[in-house]
C-alpha cells in the first residue's frame, strides 16, 4: 500500500538556494537535497497558495550529477547546499543561471561570455564566522556553521571548507569554550586567515575574569592562533594574545601590492579566485597611464592598489570610515601615490559635489544589493567602459538593464567566478563599453 500523504516526481530545476523544484498537480514544489534529474518520493513539510514545501524521503532514480557529500554535516549544517551535486556541473548552473537572468529579466544579451573561473574546491574558506553554543544535552559547547534554516549550531568536529588548519581546531574550540566560567556567554567566532598568520575573535558578551584570560592565551600559544576579544561593536575588538600581535596580510604578488587588514574587516574569502579577479579586472579595465579610474566600493584598496600601478590616477568610495584607513594605510605601505580614498553613503550614490566627469573608466564592486544609485550618476557623467564586480545576479540584472536599455552601455564581456564552491553563491563580472551612437 502506497501512503497517500506521500509523491512521487521528477525533478526539474534547482531554486536559488539549492532545493530541488518540482511540479505537482500544477504546483511547484521546493524539496531539500533532491537535484534536477533526480527521481524522488516525498512528503508535504509546508503548503502555501502558491508554492509547497516538501521533505525528501527517499531518491529511487538519482541524477547522473549526483555525487556522494564528504562531509558528514552535510544536510543539517547550512554552510554548504550543493555538495551532493558535482561541482563542476554546480558551476555550469551558476553559469547558466546568471546567462538567464541578464536574458530573460534584463533583456541583456552579452557579446562575450567567459568560460567560469573554478579554484580549490576545499579548505579555501579564509574569513568565516562560527557560532558558538552551550548545550548540555549534547555534551557541552558545539561550535560550527548554522543547521540549515535553523538558529541551532550544526554539531560537527570538522569543516571541509575551512583551511584545514582551522578545521582541525573545531573540537579543541570546544574543549576550551566548555572550559570557560560561562560557556554560554561566548556566541560567536570570527575566523581570519592570512598568508603567515591566523586570528580567531571571540564575542564575548560578559567581561572573562583573569582564569578565562589566561585558559584563552594558552590556548593562542599552544595552537599558533592570534586571539581577539570582541565586548562590544567592531570597534571594540582587542588582542589578548600576542598583545601586540603581526599584521594580518595577504599578497598580490602579480600586482606588487601587499593588503593589511584587521581580523572583522570584509576581504573576499577565496584568495585564490580573488587573484583571479584582480587580474581579471586590471585586464579588462585596462586604464592607460594617463587614465583617471574611480572605484566604487572599495574596501580596503584589493582593486585600487593593483589599478593604480597601471592608471595615472585612482579615487576609491567605501561607506565604512574604517575600512577607508585602512585603505589609505595600505596605499602608503605600497609606496602607491596615486590614489585617494574618501567615505561616502554609496546607496545614496556618489558625492553631490563630487565632479566625475575627469573619469573615464568606472569600477563598480557593491554588496548584494546593487549599485542602483551609483548607475543612475551616469545621468551626469558617461564613462567610456565601466567593469561591474557582483555577488548577486539579481541585483546585477537589474543594474544591467538600466545601464544599456536607459544609458545606452553595451555589455561586452561577463562571466562567472567560483568563489564559494558547493553554494549557491554566484560571483560574476561584466563590462559596459559606451556606446558610441546613443545620446
Not at 531518491?59 to 549544517?77: N, S, T
Request: charged content about 25%; proline content about 8%.
Amino acid at each position: 500500500m502506497t501512503n497517500p500523504a506521500e509523491h512521487t516526481v521528477r525533478v526539474t530545476d534547482l531554486s536559488h538556494d539549492g532545493r530541488g523544484v518540482a511540479h505537482l498537480d500544477g504546483k511547484a514544489v521546493f524539496i531539500d537535497d533532491a537535484l534536477p534529474g533526480d527521481t524522488v518520493r516525498f512528503r508535504h513539510r509546508r503548503k502555501r497558495r502558491a508554492w509547497d514545501q516538501g521533505e525528501l524521503l527517499e531518491i529511487l532514480e538519482p541524477a547522473p550529477e549526483r555525487v556522494d557529500p564528504p562531509c558528514p554535516a552535510f544536510g543539517r549544517c547550512g554552510g554548504c547546499a550543493l555538495q551532493h551535486l558535482d561541482p563542476q556541473a554546480a558551476l555550469e548552473r551558476k553559469h547558466q543561471g546568471l546567462l538567464n537572468e541578464l536574458r530573460l529579466k534584463a533583456r541583456v544579451n552579452p557579446e562575450q561570455v567567459d568560460a567560469p573561473v573554478s579554484g580549490p574546491l576545499w579548505n579555501y574558506r579564509r574569513r568565516a564566522r562560527l557560532g558558538a553554543r552551550y548545550v548540555p544535552r549534547k555534551g557541552g559547547v558545539l561550535v560550527g556553521f548554522r543547521e540549515r534554516r535553523h538558529a541551532y549550531i550544526a554539531d560537527m568536529l570538522e569543516c571541509r571548507v575551512l583551511p584545514q588548519h582551522i578545521s582541525d581546531q573545531l573540537p579543541a574550540l570546544r574543549e576550551l569554550l566548555g572550559s570557560l566560567a560561562r560557556p554560554d556567554r561566548i556566541p560567536q567566532i570570527e575566523v581570519a586567515v592570512a598568508d603567515a598568520q591566523s586570528a580567531l575573535v571571540f564575542r564575548n558578551l560578559d567581561p572573562l575574569g583573569a582564569e578565562d584570560q589566561q585558559r584563552l592565551r594558552e590556548y593562542s600559544l599552544q595552537s599558533g592562533m592570534q586571539v581577539f576579544l570582541q565586548p562590544g561593536n567592531l570597534e571594540s575588538v582587542t588582542p589578548l594574545e600576542p598583545v601586540n600581535p603581526p599584521p594580518l596580510v595577504y599578497s598580490l604578488p602579480r600586482h606588487q601590492v601587499e593588503i593589511h587588514f584587521r581580523p572583522t574587516d570584509f576581504i573576499q574569502v577565496n584568495a585564490e579566485i580573488n587573484s583571479a579577479i584582480v587580474d581579471r579586472v586590471v585586464e579588462v579595465l585596462a586604464p592607460a597611464p594617463e587614465e583617471r579610474v574611480v572605484d566604487f566600493f572599495c574596501g580596503l584598496g584589493n582593486l585600487t592598489l593593483p589599478l593604480a600601478r597601471r592608471a595615472a590616477f585612482v579615487h576609491g568610495l567605501e561607506w565604512l570610515p574604517g575600512l577607508v584607513a585602512r585603505a589609505r594605510q595600505n596605499a602608503a605601505h605600497n609606496d602607491i601615490e596615486n590614489v585617494s580614498f574618501d567615505a561616502c553613503d554609496l546607496e545614496q550614490g556618489p558625492p553631490k559635489d563630487m565632479d566625475l566627469s575627469g573619469f573615464t573608466k568606472w569600477l563598480v564592486d557593491p554588496p548584494r544589493t546593487g549599485a542602483l544609485a551609483v548607475v543612475q550618476a551616469l545621468e551626469k557623467s558617461r564613462p567610456e567602459r565601466l567593469v561591474y564586480l557582483s555577488c548577486n545576479p539579481a541585483t546585477l540584472a537589474r543594474d544591467a538593464g538600466m545601464l544599456v536599455h536607459q544609458f545606452g552601455y553595451r555589455m561586452t564581456r561577463v562571466g562567472v567566478f567560483d568563489m564559494f564552491p558547493h553554494t549557491t553563491h554566484v560571483e560574476s563580472l561584466a563590462v559596459f563599453d559606451k556606446d558610441p551612437g546613443h545620446e
